[in-house]
């Protein structure tokens, strides 16, 4: 039977609650105007298909650079609207914590 790591379940569950919040991020960004709605709700739902993706393919190596993409562009939506920086810092951050203590604990588990 085949373990799943600590670290792809942390991440899939920080990018799983991320979905949720770009999705509404995207819905503020276009009720405000701040960009065209085709690019508003366009690239919000490109950057949710993204996540979902990244967590389909968690497990492979260069996955968790994606995610580390990922935090870097939902910190950069503060721009946008200035509330993105901090959200998006939070999730950089739970993301940190997660791939921190998922590899230790992996690595933990691999050792016992």
């Known amino acids: 039977m085949s373990r799943r790591s600590v670290k792809r379940s ?54 968790y650079y994606a995610g580390w993409a990922i935090q870097a562009i939902v910190v950069a939506t503060g721009f ?3 509330t993105m920086f901090f959200v998006g810092a939070m999730f950089a951050a739970m993301w940190t914590y997660c791939m921190v203590v998922g590899t230790r604990l992996d690595n933990q588990k691999e050792s016992s």
């Open 10 to 63: 942390l991440a899939s569950i920080v990018l799983g609650f991320e979905i949720i919040v770009v999705f509404l991020a995207a819905l503020v960004i276009f009720g405000l105007g701040a960009l065209p709605a085709w690019l508003a709700l366009g690239g919000g739902a490109a950057l949710c298909l993204a996540m979902a993706l990244v967590i389909g393919l968690l497990g492979r190596d260069w996955s």
């Open 80 to 82: 946008l609207n200035p």
